[in-house]
């Protein structure tokens, strides 16, 4: 079996509502659960990938229909808050995540996804589920 292309992630905004959705909460919060089981086991440093660990937690929250504060997204990924902050950043200049300030208390801000995110990490979550049984 060959590989898929990779979608250009710029022409996902434009993919249909039924291959934006993401799916369950709970399947998501389990995939969570298990990076944290490995980094629990290893060495946490061996697996560091804030960057999807924060789109994780951001695709659950949406699914769920919750808002995440930024300091809540830095405490999902499991790294430093300066070198979170710098994650936060450079997904946002890469139009994957946004932030909204808090529209009762504008010191705090919360991130939530793009289109563009949500449909690339529903695609992947059908990319990578697997087959029904026969």
């Known amino acids: 079996m060959g590989k898929r292309p990779m979608p250009d992630i ?3 905004h434009t993919a249909p509502a039924e291959l934006s959705k993401l799916p369950s909460p709970g399947l998501i919060r389990r995939v969570i659960r298990q990076r944290q089981e490995r980094s629990a086991l290893f ?3 061996l697996f560091a990938d804030p960057a999807w660990d924060m789109l994780l937690d ?3 929250a949406h699914a769920e229909g919750q ?5 809540s997204l830095c405490i999902a990924s499991g790294v430093p808050t300066t070198t979170a902050l710098r994650w936060i950043a450079q997904l946002t200049a890469k139009g994957l995540v946004e932030k909204v300030q808090d529209a009762i208390d504008r010191r705090r801000a919360f991130v939530r996804l793009t289109d563009r995110s949500i ?7 059908r990319n990578v589920e697997p087959a029904p049984a026969l």
């Open 10 to 12: 710029a022409t996902l």
């Open 43 to 45: 060495e946490a440093d």
């Open 58 to 60: 951001l695709a659950a």
């Open 67 to 71: 808002r995440v504060s930024v300091t």
């Open 119 to 125: 449909a690339a990490i529903a695609r992947y979550f």
